[in-house]
Every structure is written in C-alpha cells, then in structure tokens.
C-alpha cells in the first residue's frame, strides 16, 4: 500500500495530530501529514504543525461560529487537493463536515470521538457520560458518513470511570487512549487490510 496522504483538520490544543506525528516519527505509522487546517487562527494545533515544519494554515470560517459554510467547506478541499491529501483526519475539529467534502474524499474522511459510540455524540462527551453515572467511557474512532458521530467503528477502546473523576480527570485518561487509538486506527487504514460491510469494519 501507498503511504497514506494525511491532511489534519483540529480546532484546539492538537494532542491528536502529535500522536499521530510522534507515531510517523517512530516508523510506526506510514504516513505523512501533507497539511494542518485550522478554524481557530491562534490554535495550538497550528503552532506544533509549524515546530514539525508541516505546511498549515487557518480556515476561515467566518462569521459562523460551529457552522462549515459551503464557501469554507470548498476552501478547505481545494486546499487539501492543493497539498496531495489522500486521507482526511479530523483531530478536535468542532465543526460538522457536509457532503462536498465526504464527496470529495469518499470513505477517507475519519473523526475521533471522546466516547464510546454510538453513546454521547455530540460536544462534551466525557461530561455527558459522567452525568449519566456511566462506569465506563471511552473513546472511538470511525469513518465519518452523513450523519453526525454516526459512521463505521474503525477502533474504540474504553476507560474506566473512578468515583472521584471529574470532567478534567476523566477527559485526560480519555486522551491517553485517544493518542493510541488513533495512530492505530491509521495503521489499519495504511495497511488496506480492512472491508466495510454494513455498519461493520472488519479487519484483517
Ligand atoms: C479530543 O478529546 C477529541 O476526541 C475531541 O476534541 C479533543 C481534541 O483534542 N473531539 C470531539 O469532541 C469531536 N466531537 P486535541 O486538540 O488535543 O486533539
């Protein structure tokens, strides 16, 4: 298989996308990331892509505050187009992708979720299974379809919920398993050693 062509989307600190640079890094990962979007113009995510000497830049999505206008949205593939990217990760990027993208990249567009699907889409995740007294939560990463945190499961791996976590606490433990399922999720993707049948990601 062709070394996967990342192109990373993230709105905050970029955590994900340096678990997945860290993972390139230590020949773990047979990738490159070709190019880090931002809609966040002082994110973190684009200060570390620049430390690494990855190409970035900020989207501008104004004046909409979660919204991707179709004028974004466009932006954004022709850019990643632009740069070669073959495979889109969204890396803490608040904002739903539309048709023109899942279009543009079909069956290569993947998200991280902090919950174990299909439990908690949505913003906030591990606040929202701490409120519900889960004893487990957990993380999720899939392919991304029309619908909203809905697609194929690649890779979930679950943390244990303690009874003195707080949102804070709990949300760490997430993203240390956060910054293993998602160089391993890419793993199988590099590897082409996976079908999707129905909802089912079957692998090997
Ligand atoms: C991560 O916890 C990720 O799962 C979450 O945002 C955080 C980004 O952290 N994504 C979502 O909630 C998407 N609905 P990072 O910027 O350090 O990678």
Redesign the pocket.
Known sequence: MAKLQLGVL????????QSIVDAIEAGRLDAEIKVVLADVPDAK?LERARRHGIPCQFLDCSPWKTKLADAAELDCIRILREAGVDTVVL??F?RIVKSALLEAYPGRVI????ALLPAFPG?R?WQQALDYGCKLAG?TVHFVDAGT?SGPIIVQKAVEVREDDTPETL?AR??VQ?HLAYPEALSIIASGRYRIEGRRVRIG
């Not at 998200?111 to 902090?114: A, E, F, G, L, V």
Request: net charge negative.
């Open positions: 993230g709105s905050g600190s970029g955590s994900n996308m995510i890396a803490g608040m998200n991280i979720h902090p913003i995740s993380v945190d949300h997430i993203q956060e």
